[in-house]
């Protein structure tokens, strides 16, 4: 059996493969998964530093190195995810072949 696809049928293809790459190039932007880890590492550091005891806190000259590298970490993480909000990633731009127009 011979299959006929019209321009249309192709057309809205291109356009639904189009649309799914442009959603799975937005899913895996790096700012997503730096920022996902960033926050979920700072949140953890964080707490540590709330419980540390005096002698962990001792050991590092004063400073409770936990609670500001957590800190650290949870704002860092938090500013991707803000700049991935703020300034999503463009689609992609098709490519047209050198002569040929799009067809309307």
């Known amino acids: 059996m011979s299959e006929h696809y019209s321009d ?3 057309q809205r293809e291109v356009t639904d493969l189009q649309g799914k790459s442009a959603t799975a190039a937005r899913l895996f ?3 997503r ?3 996902g880890l960033f926050v979920v590492y700072g949140i953890i550091v964080t707490i ?3 419980t540390a005891s005096d002698a962990d806190i001792d050991k590092a000259e004063g400073v409770n190195i936990n609670l500001w590298t957590g800190l650290g970490m949870l704002a860092l993480g938090l500013f991707f995810l803000a700049w991935l909000k703020l300034r999503p990633a463009a689609p992609p731009t098709p490519e047209v072949a050198p002569g040929s127009e799009p067809k309307e």
């Open 8 to 10: 249309k049928d192709v």
């Open 29 to 31: 932007d790096i700012r």
């Open 33 to 35: 998964i730096i920022g």
């Open 48 to 50: 540590a530093g709330l």
